[in-house]
């Protein structure tokens, strides 16, 4: 069981708006930067977001990140069949002194 | 441009020990940390450790500590990541990945290691 919370998986038509939840605690994302993966099938992962809100270079401006409180969000506009990948939040939890990931969300482009 | 180069797929027996490599190039080896995420098939990240190769410096997940161990070699510019006393659930891809001393974030990635413990 995963201590970040997201949803198994979200699905949105080409063009569309979609929004991926991450869920934690006060001794995680209530007191650390999170950042999101991109994961392709058979590939390594790969940095989407960084500092909660922060796009690497290359990474295309349709990707973004916020957070609130305890929460954290991916939120992906314009989507492209291309975007169908798994998408994990990850973070530092001050508690255990270890690096936590969510489980991970499938996104489907319909 | 960065680059981890991990080492090649293992097959071990329960109880074996493995040991990985993952050689780093095109920055400096000794400013960024090095961590280790594992992947079993179809399931997600799960975070290993950390590893600072300028001090030697490690830190573990409760779940591993005791029996993996992180390591360095700065001539080479590699990192290892032993784990011992192996069992069929550590049948997994193993990545190291690169990322800052503040441990906020990790941005290059190797290619991953599959490991299978199989008798």
């Known amino acids: 069981q995963s201590l970040l919370t997201q949803p198994p998986s979200v699905s949105a038509a080409p063009g569309q708006k979609v929004t991926i939840s991450c869920s934690g605690s006060s001794s995680n994302i209530g007191k650390n930067y999170v950042s999101w993966y991109q994961q392709f099938p058979g590939a390594a992962p790969k940095l989407l977001i960084y500092d909660s809100d922060k796009r690497p270079s290359g990474v295309p401006d349709r990707f973004s990140g916020s957070t609130s409180g305890s929460s954290a969000t991916l939120g992906i506009t314009g989507l492209q069949t291309g975007d169908e990948a798994d998408y994990y939040c990850?973070?530092?939890?001050?508690?255990?002194?270890?690096?936590?990931f969510g489980g991970g969300t499938r996104l489907t482009v319909l | 441009q960065e680059q981890l180069v991990q080492s090649g797929a293992e097959v071990k027996t329960p109880g074996a020990s493995v040991k990985v490599s993952c050689v780093a190039s095109g920055y400096t080896f000794s400013s960024y940390d090095i961590n280790w995420v594992r992947q079993a098939t179809g399931q997600g990240l799960e975070w290993m450790g950390w590893m600072n190769p300028n001090t030697g410096d490690t830190g573990y997940a409760h779940n591993f500590q005791g029996r993996v161990t992180l390591t360095r070699d700065t001539s080479i510019t590699t990192a290892y990541m032993e784990l011992s006393n192996l069992r069929s659930d550590d049948t997994a891809v193993y990545y190291c990945?690169?990322?800052?001393?503040?441990?906020?974030?990790?941005?290059?990635w190797g290619q991953g290691t599959l490991v299978t413990v199989s008798s």
């Open positions: 990945a690169r990322g800052p001393r503040d441990r906020s974030h990790l941005d290059s």
């Open positions: 990850g973070t530092w939890d001050n508690s255990l002194s270890a690096g936590v």
